[in-house]
């Protein structure tokens, strides 16, 4: 996802201490800090699945993670960490009790499940993969869901795509889809587990949606007397660039070889308090669509010292960067959101010589197909009168390289998958979410009018929150070099969502009250193993 700071536009009032909104590098979000005012005997330091729960209910100081402390991640699973190997303070041992904190209706996360979801998660973070390029973490993936009982198909789409197939018994089809890359971005968190690739970081957490989608479905493979149906696992390369989600449908035959789903499902990492869901308000748009451009410009180069004999293609780079400034603000109304940025500016090598050429990439984003319409035809007027008023050779070369529409999530499969939210993790950590301007290929599972519900899982620790409200700068961003989920809440909150959204959508086993099918007048239980959530019965379908 080309991501940016996210901002939840409501701010729900609980007694759980959290979720008081949450707000671009933490300035709307009172979290645990507002717990301590307006909640009764809430955690001080409470925003993680473990000490959220608590708050309000007695919970400890420093309750921010699942059942660890606030102070860190750590590879060894002692006290300031995270650890695979079960001990007290780390996600391994505690993290269980914090899938669904104190929620009602929520159950426990088993242990091993939390410890096998966790080792994924620091092996993937540690050894991240660029776009086109993911096949070990292809492999990873592969051999979990194999594992869980799931039959592999690899290469899908012609890259290292893959589909994982669970059946049982007759019922709807969800698809759970994850994203397998990482961005060029060097790694500047300090973790023990951080990126042993060199300019290469799981800066957008795709790693973290990887371990959780494994997580949802072994809680679903080991329990299938709850569910009936068939759920697809969908691992997608080349997010980032924005072309993984087409290549798969179109040249890998998605729908086709494997069944059109009745839902589709996604969420993604996002600087919104860890142990917190976002979803947008029924009808409206998540994400904005985009549209990414490479354009060559192109000089006579020469020598440096005689500028007369020369057409600069740096000069002419930079004034055509200052001029598409101005694209947004003379093509888009006022009330209209749209963004335009050149992201990457190459140009010769060294100071005493003139190129020949100069390149730019830019993307576009906005929130209808006409405005992104718009915005490249604008640019693309600068790009040339910029050339021509340079005497440029030969007109510039403009190559649109992705396009996506906006992320427009079905409003009745969102409304079913928010009550499902709200029961497994109590609805104090489910959150509204403002449209913002990043921007995912997700959209492209909709074809053909396929429902989809895309959600945003809040990763920031207390401690970040707490230092952003008091001045110390923005939480860091996904893309950012210091992006750090705090995995001990978020990675458990993860798998509940991901996995009480698929129970939502796929039919009630033996023994349930009612079809779990969104607006069917029933809903399957959301819990970890199956229980049946609030209208089990007989709910009213959205």
Known sequence: ????????????????????????????????????????????????????????????????????????VGAGGTERGVGTDGTE??????????????????????????????????????????????????????????????AVTRAVGGGHGLVGVLRNGPGPTVLLRTELDALPVTEATGLP?????????????????????????????????????????????????????????????????????????????????????????GGAPLMAGSIAADVTLYGRGGHAATPHLTVDPVLMAAATVLGLQSVVASQTAPAEQAVLTVGSLRAGERGNITPDTAELSLTARAFTDPALDRLLAAAERVVRAQAAA????????????????????????????????????????????????????????????????????????????RAARAGGGPVPPNHAPGFAPDVRTALPAGITALAAAARRVLDAGPGAGGSGRPGTGGSAGPGAHGDTGPGAGGEAGS
Request: proline share 7%.
């Open 1 to 72: 996802m080309r991501c940016e700071v996210v901002t939840a536009a409501r701010t729900p009032k609980g007694a759980d201490g959290v979720g008081r909104g949450a707000g671009a590098g933490g300035a709307g979000c009172a979290g645990a800090d507002d717990a301590r005012r307006s909640g009764a005997e809430g955690t001080e330091r409470g925003s993680g699945t473990s000490g959220v729960g608590r708050a309000g209910t007695g919970g400890t100081e420093r309750g921010a993670g699942a059942g660890g402390t606030e102070r860190g």
């Open 193 to 281: 587990y951080a990126s042993t690739v060199p300019g290469v970081m799981h800066a957008c957490g795709h790693d973290l949606h990887i371990a959780a989608v494994t997580g949802a479905v072994a809680l679903l493979a080991e329990d299938p007397d709850s569910w009936r149906g068939t759920v697809l696992v969908v691992g997608q390369p080349a997010e980032e660039t924005l072309s993984g989600a087409r290549s798969m449908l179109e040249d890998g035959r998605l729908y086709e070889r494997f069944g059109t789903p009745d839902a589709v499902l996604a969420q993604h990492a996002a600087p919104l308090p860890a142990g917190t869901v976002a979803h947008a308000p």
């Open 89 to 150: 303070r780390g996600v391994g041992a505690h993290g269980a009790r914090a899938a669904g904190g104190e929620a009602a209706g929520s159950v426990p996360l088993p242990r091993p499940l939390l410890r096998a979801a966790l080792a994924l998660y620091l092996d993937l973070h540690a050894h991240p993969e660029l776009s086109g390029h993911e096949h070990r973490t292809a492999d990873a993936l592969a051999a979990r869901l194999t594992g869980h009982g799931l």
């Open 390 to 465: 340079s005497g440029a050779p030969r007109d510039p070369d403009l190559t649109v390289t992705a396009r996506s529409p906006a992320l427009l999530p079905d409003p009745a499969l969102t409304a079913a998958v928010r009550r499902a939210h709200e029961a497994s993790l109590g609805a104090g950590r489910v959150l509204d979410a403002a449209p913002a301007t990043a921007t995912e290929d997700f959209p492209h599972f909709a074809a053909g009018g396929v429902p989809t519900a895309y959600w945003l899982l809040g990763t920031t620790g207390p401690r970040e929150w």
